[in-house]
């Protein structure tokens, strides 16, 4: 309900663990296939276009809503390196916020660095043109995108989906401009209309200036009638009867008043839900905290799936987790969320807030030095990640043959990025044996002179060309048939692929 100036931080900053591993995946055949092309909706579910289901399991990325039109961090570093990492981590969606400003003719991008070979290919690009080179490369890595209408301009989040700047029909334009821009990508599988619609808007009121449900069905029929294959992602309000929650995440109008589409199956409600270091709220104190809260979600937003009625999307939560309360609240709704071990993708699906560090009330799963990651913040979805998806690009395939009765592992080494001066690489670690692993280390040796210099989701030592990584806490048990990823940079760049091998106990 209150919010304070998380995205407005760092507009202009230049100037001022739980991998992918292999709880929860239902099985080595769905990890490997699920999510390909376009989705749609079934009851409850996302199914794939083969009609599997898939849980949506991401993180935000914000930056093109605010002065810099360009996700944060380039300034930093290479936007292949940070969606390699993502993906490393087990994310296997983006939502990127933008606002309108991106597509006013003259809109640049502020503060990437184009140094030592950085971001080398985004040079000379407008913001949707980076847009388009992100959600490209998110595809080869096998990550869908979601597009988040985050603001009307970059000066500050809004109440409705206009303001007297940028009227309705600019709003309409600009998503029918975004769904004709990527037709036929199925990366993109949808568009989030608005973000955190508050009072005065309202849901089943009937006033077209205010009702936010009405508006929703406008938009989405736009979006709808040049791209019919994409998903149409909804927000709740903060109001409806006279109860008030967070900002966009008060969807108890839906049993009402529900979106109706042109499209069919197509609607997936998605509601905000943050702790105290963005705001209080009654629920935090009351006695039986956190015990109440999966009353209170289920009041607000959780009813949806419960009913069976339509998909529902945590699309932003988060904290700074500085407080017991906060740590109580991320522990009790990653539980409600349901463990991707115990219902696959019958689950709410979910995008964290945040992977920036700099968002000022809830900090990000990246720390302030745009490498490190928080493992703390990251170890409390574990339970919530979900499989990747199909990549578009190169595949680095079968990692070898089945192993005999003991314990056995093979490996696959993939480079995602190479910008001379250093590069990101990938290992997939398969059990190939018939018996479950409790840890595995990979070998390799460089043919040159390359080091590693960070290494998430594994330890590593070095001696001259030679690296052993060494699996962490969380993802050194495999089942049969699974497989857990860690992920690294190095330079210098062009030291191809190496051979490697993989011991298991």
């Excluded at 309202?202 to 009638?225: E, F, I, K, Y």
């Excluded at 629920?283 to 937003?301: E, L, Q, T």
């Excluded at 070898?400 to 290992?427: H, L």
Aim: hydrophobic share 35%; glycine share 12%.
């Amino acid at each position: 309900m209150f919010r304070s100036l998380r995205r407005a931080l760092c507009a202009v900053a230049a100037a001022c663990l739980l991998p992918l591993g292999t709880a929860g995946l239902q099985s080595a055949q769905a990890a490997e296939t699920a999510g390909a092309g376009y989705w749609h909706t079934s009851g409850r579910q996302i199914l794939d276009a083969s009609g599997q289901p898939v849980r949506v399991a991401g993180i935000n990325w914000f930056g093109f809503e605010t002065g810099n039109h360009v996700v944060h961090g380039l300034w930093s570093r290479d936007y292949k390196s940070m969606i390699d990492q993502m993906k490393s981590l087990g994310y296997n969606t983006l939502r990127i916020p933008y606002s309108d400003d991106i597509f006013k003719s003259g809109t640049v991008p502020d503060s990437i660095d184009f140094s030592s070979g950085k971001n080398a290919d985004l040079q000379g690009l407008n913001s949707l043109g980076v847009l388009d080179k992100i959600v490209s490369y998110a595809g080869q890595d096998g990550l869908k995108v979601i597009l988040d209408r985050h603001r009307p301009d970059s000066g500050g989040q809004s109440a409705l989906w206009y303001t007297a700047a940028v009227p309705e029909s600019t709003w309409l334009a600009n998503l029918k401009a975004l769904a004709t821009r990527y037709k036929g990508q199925d990366t993109v599988v949808g568009i989030d209309l608005h973000n955190e619609p508050h009072d005065p808007a309202c849901w089943g009121c009937g006033d077209t200036s205010v009702d936010w449900r009405l508006a929703a069905q406008r938009a989405g029929n736009a979006v709808l009638g040049v791209n019919p294959d994409l998903l149409i992602f909804v927000e709740g309000v903060q109001t409806f009867n006279g109860v008030s929650g967070w900002w966009g995440g008060n969807l108890m109008g839906v049993a009402q008043y529900p979106v109706q589409l042109n499209v069919a199956n197509r609607v997936v409600y998605s509601a905000h839900d943050y702790a105290t270091s963005v705001a209080q709220q009654s629920w935090f104190s009351d006695p039986s905290f956190p015990a109440n809260m999966p009353g209170i979600w289920d009041k607000y937003w959780g009813y949806i799936f419960k009913q069976n009625i339509a998909p529902v999307w945590v699309g932003e939560f988060g904290t700074t987790l500085q407080s017991t309360v906060d740590q109580k609240w991320l522990a009790a709704l990653v539980s409600y969320l349901r463990p991707t071990s115990t219902y696959g993708a019958d689950s709410f699906h979910w995008t964290f807030w945040s992977w920036n560090p700099n968002s000022g009330d809830t900090g990000g799963i990246l720390k302030d030095d745009w490498q490190t990651v928080d493992t703390v913040k990251d170890g409390y979805l574990a339970s919530v990640k979900a499989p990747g998806f199909p990549g578009g690009g190169s595949d680095p395939g079968d990692p070898g043959d089945p192993g005999g009765s003991t314990a056995a592992c093979t490996a696959a080494y993939s480079v995602s990025s190479d910008w001379g001066g250093g590069f990101n690489a990938e290992v997939k670690v398969t059990n190939s044996g018939t018996t479950a692993l409790s840890s595995w280390k990979v070998t390799w040796t460089w043919p040159g002179s390359q080091k590693v210099t960070s290494m998430w989701n594994a330890s590593y030592t070095q001696t001259g060309s030679t690296v052993t990584a060494t699996n962490a806490s969380h993802n050194g048990a495999v089942p049969v048939g699974g497989s857990a990823s860690f992920g690294f940079g190095g330079a210098p760049g062009g030291g191809g692929v190496p051979s490697v091998s993989c011991t298991a106990s």
